[in-house]
């Protein structure tokens, strides 16, 4: 039986620090999009800085909506940006997801937030 207990112990303690941080532990800060070039090699900057409001060090995955003039989602992306390293309390990075969206003139607008939180 202590067996038993020591192993559940092992198996959720990686789960207890998966959920120590919350997405809205996280901000997005000076959020701007630009079209770097024109015509066929037109490609997007989608940067900002992830800021860690966490007591302590973790990962944030942002996800970005890139909308036409009515609203309707054209794309939505993913990215980790500090990849598989925590970012320490009050301290931020600096990230540029364009380079996931293909270029597409009908986008009017993009939501950003913070979809998931991971301690690496």
């Given at each position: 039986m202590k067996t038993l207990i020591a192993s559940a112990l092992f198996l959720f303690a990686p789960l207890a620090a998966h959920a120590a941080c919350a997405p809205t532990d996280f901000a997005v800060?000076?959020?701007?999009?630009?079209?770097?070039?024109?015509?066929?090699?037109?490609?997007?900057?989608l940067s900002g800085q992830l800021v860690n409001h966490c007591a302590q060090p973790a990962a944030a995955q942002i996800s970005i909506d890139a909308k036409d003039g009515t609203g309707k989602v054209l794309q939505s992306k993913k990215g980790w940006p500090a990849g598989t390293t925590n970012i320490a309390p009050g301290q931020s990075v600096d990230f540029d997801l364009g380079r996931l969206f293909r270029f597409d003139p009908d986008m009017q607008s993009y939501t950003v937030g913070v979809a998931d939180v991971r301690t690496w």
């Open positions: 800060q000076d959020f701007k999009m630009k079209v770097v070039g024109s015509g066929m090699s037109a490609r997007l900057s």
